[in-house]
């Protein structure tokens, strides 16, 4: 009998080592003897017998099965892994026989250690605590079905990037210093940190959220195992929240209803144009000036400054895009980053002299995520789209475009009050309510993003093609004769 013993539960590099060993050498599954007691010594005894065979090799998707077996509890998963591994030589195709019983096996281990990693995800509750410099430091205790923490571990360092924090196992410990993650032995339970403040918070919000006329006590159970419930600070209330449900629900049914949240919208719509109407900017200056003021949604909280159009006063040509970027809101001007440069260059080469333009934005303060010291771009939502819309419709009755042109699918919605497919919607003259002629085309930071170069040169010549058609439906100044190129 050939005994191998592994340095650690979780030691698959061992555990590859040694079978690739044994299967050299021939040393069938019944032979082998898996043992784990953290000695570095991987094989116990000398092999006795066997012949040699031809090196062969192994399909990926036996690796990813077996890397993640080996995190499941079961005493058998090394044996059933080299007994796979055995067979492999001489069933090329073993893996896809869903039926065989050691294949089924593998693949039921494999499941449920995936499913105790989203658990681990879902159910981890970190504590504010200090750490013995003082400062700031998340800690969690967690106790995985599985050996599943340090696979995890880089989900939460890169959720939780900006803060200090361990999760504590009886496994296996991990702690983020916002640079690294390290690893130490595992922990016992009192040595996690005592409830803190922001659990009665917690629990208020997870209370406020329960709505018992859907509640499934069964399915709910079974995303929320009972095994997890004394590490959740919301557990406490779940046996009083699932005992008045019933009285709860027959409460919500009795009651009026209420008035729907579509009216309540569309009343405070009412009233804030309202508001604004009464000071409708009739220059661009006074829309400029306006916009600093502006409170028409929440985006001027977080941006350095309203960012208004920029242009001739009558230009012939505004075009439209999505929102300032960085660049846009430090500077207070629109298209200056990166995809201004992109637009400048694209309006040279389609014959566009870029002082006859109006630039401009749907949106008009900045909306982005901070992550670190990073202002990460965020797509408007039709929310905000539609509150910016009053100082889009005032530079627009101002300048009195002839020809607009949507920059992208968001100035799309914002300039035709509709959905319009940028790649459908191309070289098209869509006519407007106010006398002027639509065309949507790419946002110039999309052609910024496009990896491949062959599809980005494509597409920069089809934004220049678009500008190009723009331009030629604008009609010349009185007194002119148009010339086209």
């Known amino acids: 009998m050939q005994t191998v013993r592994l340095a650690s539960e979780t030691d698959f590099a ?4 040694a079978a690739r060993a044994l299967r050299a050498r021939s040393v069938p599954p019944e032979a082998v003897l898996w043992t784990v007691d953290g000695a570095a010594d991987l094989f116990a005894a000398s092999v006795q017998g066997g012949e040699e065979s031809r090196a062969f090799s192994v399909p990926r998707e036996f ?7 080996a995190l499941h509890r079961s005493d058998e998963r090394f044996a059933l ?4 591994l055995w067979r492999l030589g001489g069933e090329a195709d073993l893996l896809r026989i869903h039926s065989d019983p050691d294949v089924h096996k593998a693949r039921g281990l494999a499941k449920a250690v995936s499913l105790a990693a989203h658990k681990m995800k879902a159910f981890v509750r970190f504590r504010l605590t200090a750490d013995p410099h003082g400062e700031e430091t998340y800690v969690a205790w967690f106790e995985p079905a599985h050996r599943v923490t340090e696979m995890t571990a880089p989900f939460f360092a890169r ?7 361990s999760i504590l196992t009886p496994d296996l410990c ?6 690294r993650l390290v690893a130490t032995p595992g922990a016992d339970a009192a040595d996690a940190p005592a409830e803190d403040a922001l659990e009665d918070f917690w629990r208020t919000y997870y209370a406020s959220i329960f709505n018992p006329a859907r509640l499934k006590v069964g399915a709910m159970q079974k995303e929320m195992p009972r095994r997890y419930w004394r590490n959740l600070p919301e557990a406490r209330l779940i046996p009083d929240l699932i005992a008045k449900a019933e009285a709860r629900t027959s409460t919500m049914v009795s009651q009026a209803p209420t008035v729907p949240d579509r009216v309540i919208r569309a009343v405070q719509r009412t009233n804030r144009d309202a508001l604004y109407d009464g000071l409708a900017p009739s220059t661009l200056e006074e829309v400029q000036a306006g916009l600093q003021m502006c409170r028409r949604c929440d985006l001027y909280r977080d941006a350095t400054q309203g960012v208004a159009g920029e242009g001739p006063a009558r230009a012939r040509l505004m075009l439209v895009g999505e929102q300032p970027g960085d660049h846009e809101d430090l500077a207070g001007r629109p298209f200056v980053g990166p995809a201004g440069q992109v637009l400048d260059r694209a309006l040279a080469a389609a014959g566009v002299p870029r002082d006859q333009a109006f630039v401009t934005n749907a949106v008009k303060h900045f909306k982005h ?6 202002r990460i771009h965020q797509t408007p939502t039709a929310g905000e789209l539609n509150a910016c819309r009053w100082w889009l419709d005032a530079e627009r009755r101002i300048v009195r475009p002839r020809v607009i042109v949507a920059l992208g699918a968001t100035a799309g919605l914002a300039v035709f009050g509709k959905a319009t497919p940028v790649a459908k919607a191309r070289q098209q003259a869509i006519q407007l309510p106010d006398q002027a002629k639509g065309v949507v085309t790419y946002h110039p930071s999309y052609l910024l993003r496009l990896p491949d170069p062959d599809a980005k040169a494509r597409a920069y010549a089809q934004f220049v093609d678009d500008l190009k ?4 439906l604008c009609p010349p100044p009185q007194g002119e004769v148009a010339r086209r190129a």
């Open 174 to 179: 991990v702690h983020w210093d916002t640079q």
């Open 14 to 17: 061992g555990w590859r080592e």
């Open 63 to 69: 690796l990813e099965l077996a890397d993640l077996v």
């Open 469 to 472: 058609f723009a331009w030629s």
């Open 159 to 165: 959720r939780f990037s900006s803060m200090n924090f």
């Open 81 to 84: 892994m080299y007994r796979l």
């Open 369 to 374: 995520d901070l992550r670190g010291k990073r």
